[in-house]
């Protein structure tokens, strides 16, 4: 057995097509890469351009085109959710994943999406930090959005509330996924 070294974001992705608990990485790439056990190895040629063409189209597939309630219900199971300790580090991910589902819905419910006195999202760091000096804005992975997060947990939870249902998630689904921040 070899390691492989990948970042955060892929790591994710390949934890989001779990489809059963326990099961492996070289699983679930093989799954995706319709790379069989004891299958040959293809030629060094084909090696160099069909990995790439099928990584491009694993990374291409856009995630609405799956199922958006299964996609949240395999992250609450992933290996790399349960690994999160803190509320903080959970809502990240979750934001991140909710925009991966669909960015134009992500988008328009943070525009809406704000305290009596505070700003909760914006493209920048400096847009947040002009709202609120101790607001410790953190950028959300994979996307082009800075969330503020000196909040409490409620108010977190109430955040992915409010873009979830824009975002038309069923009630049950929300209240799992507010549980467990």
Not at 82 to 106: C, P, Q, V
Request: glycine share 4%.
């Amino acid at each position: 057995m070899k390691t492989i070294d990948v970042d955060e974001e892929l790591y994710r992705y390949i934890a989001s097509h779990t489809q059963h608990i326990g099961e492996s990485a070289s699983d679930i790439l093989r799954r995706m890469l319709n790379f069989k056990p004891g299958q040959p190895v293809p030629a060094k040629d084909a090696c160099i351009e069909s990995p790439v063409q099928s990584a491009t189209h694993i990374i291409s597939t856009p995630a609405a085109a799956q199922n958006p309630v299964r996609v949240i219900r395999e992250l609450l199971l992933s290996d790399a959710y349960a690994e999160k300790s803190k509320a903080i580090d959970r809502f990240m991910l979750i934001l991140s994943t909710l925009y991966n589902l669909d960015s134009n819905s992500f988008a328009n419910a943070t525009e809406s999406l704000h305290g009596r006195t505070r700003i909760y999202f914006a493209g920048d760091e400096q847009t947040l930090l002009a709202a609120g000096k101790q607001s410790k804005p953190r950028h959300i992975p994979g996307t082009p959005y800075w969330v503020i997060t000196n909040t409490n947990t409620n108010r977190k939870r109430s955040m992915v509330d409010a873009i979830m249902q824009e975002m038309q998630f069923p009630a049950n689904v929300i209240e799992k996924v507010s549980n467990t921040i």
